[in-house]
């Protein structure tokens, strides 16, 4: 299966290699998005010394089975302390991802992201989305109807289980098969609701999902449909939000379908990625500036608001100063914002001499 990844930008003709910084990349930014974070689920100390003792040795395949046995109970407190167990198995070793998965866990786990009971959907949604950061089982968990179930948990789930729903299916998305049916199963609109109103952690796992998503053109529309840009401008505007790197990057995957421009300078992110490229960081004045040229490329109307809003000024000292991309990407954009005025001169020239 194809694994996603956002492709480069051409600007009148020329391109460049995606938005990465000089000495890092894009992946940086979205590098925390992995196995659960919640802090670990009380157990009785029985229990706990069982599962030690599995994660610890490489007995763990009767625990394992036992486990799986146990998601099928009656009992909704078995169930709970099996996918509870399941879930810390898969976290703290590898291996027991696969393992896991072939013992037949998945299609049980799923199950129970449609539980009525909080707390059980939630040890449901976090053990599947530990068993997704094995490669070998993203196909299988999709594939056995993992989608829907996780988006359900993202619209109607604990605070928890939300955040961790979202990085499932980041995971998933990480499938390139996978992004438009993760699309079309309404998880967009919900992505965006977190990222506007969730929590730190929440807002951090929606942009990563988001991010990962947008690569294809059909959720790009979406999201803009969604309402994405409104948070993305906010999040960007706040420079001390600890935001501004992972909005920008899902911005700038947006800004290549023209709603998505339309909307960004309707939210006012003209002015907001003009102050970057003054006072943000380097990786966020590259994302910036790419952006900027992204828009104005094909329209007269936005280079000239773009120049009223005194971006030349910073995007000279980019020049100057920045990354050898930044520069390259800020004299092409100085070159753009210049040719209006430019060709304004020459028609009142030629309007003389006639």
Do not use: W
Not at 213 to 229: D, F, I, P, T, Y
Request: net charge neutral; with cysteine; charged share 25%.
């Amino acid at each position: 299966m194809a694994m996603g990844k956002p492709t480069n930008f051409t600007y009148m003709g020329r391109t460049f290699s995606d938005l990465s910084v000089e000495g890092g990349d894009d992946s940086s930014a979205f590098s925390d998005c992995n196995s659960d974070r919640s802090g670990e689920f009380p157990t009785a100390s029985s229990q706990s010394r069982r599962l030690l003792i599995a994660c610890a040795g490489d007995n763990s395949d009767d625990l394992i089975r036992q486990l799986v046995s146990d998601l099928h109970s009656c009992s909704i407190e078995d169930q709970k302390q099996a996918a509870m167990e399941i879930r810390l198995l898969a976290k703290n070793k590898a291996e027991n991802r696969l393992k896991i998965a072939k013992a037949g866990a998945v299609r049980p786990l799923i199950s129970l992201l449609s539980s009525s009971d909080p707390q059980l959907q939630e040890y449901g949604v976090t053990a599947i989305l530990n068993l997704s950061l094995c490669d070998e089982n993203k196909e299988l968990i999709a594939s056995s109807g993992a989608i829907k179930p996780l988006v359900r948990a993202l619209r109607m789930g604990s605070p928890t289980a939300k955040e961790n729903a979202a990085c499932a299916l980041l995971r998933l998305s990480q499938v390139e098969e996978n992004k438009l049916a993760i699309g079309r199963s309404g998880a967009i609109p919900l992505l965006v609701s977190l990222l506007e109103s969730g929590g730190f952690r929440g807002k951090k796992d929606a942009s990563t999902a988001l991010y990962s998503l947008c690569s294809v053109r059909e959720n790009k529309v979406r999201a803009v449909h969604a309402g994405v840009m409104k948070p993305l401008v906010e999040l960007m505007a706040d420079l001390e939000s600890n935001m501004v790197d992972k909005s920008a990057y899902v911005l700038s995957v947006l800004v290549t379908v023209a709603e998505a421009r339309t909307a960004l300078v309707d939210e006012g992110g003209v002015p907001v990625l003009v102050e970057i490229i003054e006072v943000g960081s380097q990786r966020q004045k590259e994302i910036a500036v790419a952006v900027l040229l992204q828009i104005c490329e094909d329209s007269l109307a936005y280079r000239t608001m773009v120049a009223r809003e005194g971006a030349i000024p910073p995007l000279v000292a980019l020049s100057q100063s920045g990354t050898n991309r930044a520069k390259q990407k800020a004299e092409t954009l100085i070159e753009l914002l210049r040719q209006p005025r430019s060709g304004n001169a020459a028609a009142r020239a030629s309007d003389v001499s006639a």
